[in-house]
Every structure is written in C-alpha cells, then in structure tokens.
C-alpha cells in the first residue's frame, strides 16, 4: 500500500513568486494535514481538510491557502513567496474519525525561496 | 493554549550509552502524548503514544517514555543507542478539539563512534 506522497520534492522559487505543492493521501483517508517545519522552528500546524472542507487553520497569513479534491488529495498554495517561507512542508493524512496515531506523515516538500 | 517545550535542540551521545530526551506540555486536560523521530530526508515515524493508563509505555526501536503529570512531562528513553538513532525527536500532543498535533520544537541526537 502506498503511503502518503508529496510532490515535488524540491521546489525552487524567488521571492514574490507563487508555489503549489501537492500531496495525495493514503488510500481511503479523507483527512489531510500540511505542517510547516522551518529550520529552528519546529513543526507549526498550517491547515487540516477534511471531505473537500478547510476544518482548522494555523496561525499563518491568508498567502497560505489550499484545497482539497473529491479524490482527497490536496493542494498547498503559498502566494507572495518570502525568503522566510523556506521549508520544509510536511503533509499527513487519516481517516477524521481515526485518532492521531493513525497520522502517517509524507516525506515532504522542500522549499526553497532565493 | 497548549504547548510543547523541548529544552535540548541537540545532544550527542556515544553508542552504547543511554538517551533520555526531554519533554514538557501544558494543557489543560489529560493530554494525549507522542513522540516522532524525523530521519534525514524523511517523514516522521511514530515511535510510542500515550493515551491513558500505564504511564510507562513501550514504542518501537526500543524507546520508552514516562508520564509524569506532576512534572507535565512525557521523557522519551532509550537504555543502549544505536548509531542509527541519529534523528531528530519530536514530542507532541493532541488536542481533539481542532483536531491537530501541536509539536515541541524538536531535539537533534547525535551518536557518536
């Protein structure tokens, strides 16, 4: 079974630029995550879809939207690109109903902004 | 609000010897607990949660952690690391309402020859 796949691995961009990452889900999870992990910062939780719906965002400025497909996957769109959007972004998916341990985690989207 | 505290970004180890990595939350309510390790160029991984119950609970890899809720603190253990626990550790915790991970600053372990 595959597990949850982002693409691309690598994206550079510069600043003022726009980015779109993408992440498709594990087979028959409707719920996806997008964290961000900038370097020192840890992991900062940007938004959660569920069934097509934005259910929870982070604290992150609107430049940060996304969506989610009737297949599930999902879309990561950063506007405006700034240098300090540089990171790696992280996208995990469940079924809603499932609790947090069954979150599997893709490898990421490393993001570069010169 | 809720929060995860790491206080150590990095710590080396040698191989062979003992790990024990810190981790502190605030929140309200009985919190639900786990740790991720982060290879490099990788996902996280779930290593062990904690619900309810037993406050020592086991994980995968051979870690540990242990609940002390008079500390606020969820310390993750290992007793012999190998030279492949060289990651990066995440503690974190969950809160239903919002439905998301809120993460610790994460602790880079180094091993040592």
């Known amino acids: 079974e595959a597990g949850v796949t982002q693409s691309p691995t690598h994206l550079i961009k510069t600043r003022g630029q726009q980015a779109t990452l993408r992440c498709s889900p594990i087979s028959g999870h409707t719920s996806v995550y997008w964290y961000q992990q900038a370097l020192g910062l840890g992991l900062q939780f940007l938004l959660w879809y569920d069934e097509g719906e934005e259910r929870n965002r982070g604290n992150f400025p609107p430049r940060f939207s996304g969506r989610q497909f009737p297949n599930y996957s999902s879309e990561l769109n950063v506007n405006a690109l700034e240098l300090e959007d540089s990171a790696l972004y992280l996208c995990a998916s469940k079924n809603r109903g499932a609790g947090a341990e069954k979150l599997f985690f893709g490898s990421g989207t490393q993001l570069s902004v010169l | 609000a809720q929060s995860v505290t790491q206080p150590d970004i990095h710590i080396t180890v040698s191989e062979g010897a003992s790990l024990e990595l810190r981790c502190n939350y605030s929140y309200g309510a009985t919190p639900y607990l786990f740790w991720y390790v982060q290879s490099p160029g990788q996902g996280l991984q779930l290593l062990l949660k904690?619900?309810?119950?037993?406050?020592l609970v086991q994980g995968i890899k051979g870690f540990e952690a242990e609940f002390k809720r008079s500390q606020s603190s969820f310390n993750l253990r290992k007793p012999s690391v190998h030279w492949s626990d060289a990651a990066e550790y995440f503690c974190?915790?969950?809160?239903?309402?919002?439905?998301?991970?809120?993460f610790g600053g994460g602790t880079r372990v180094l091993v040592k020859p």
């Open positions: 974190a915790v969950f809160k239903a309402a919002g439905n998301k991970l809120t």
């Open positions: 904690y619900f309810s119950g037993d406050t």
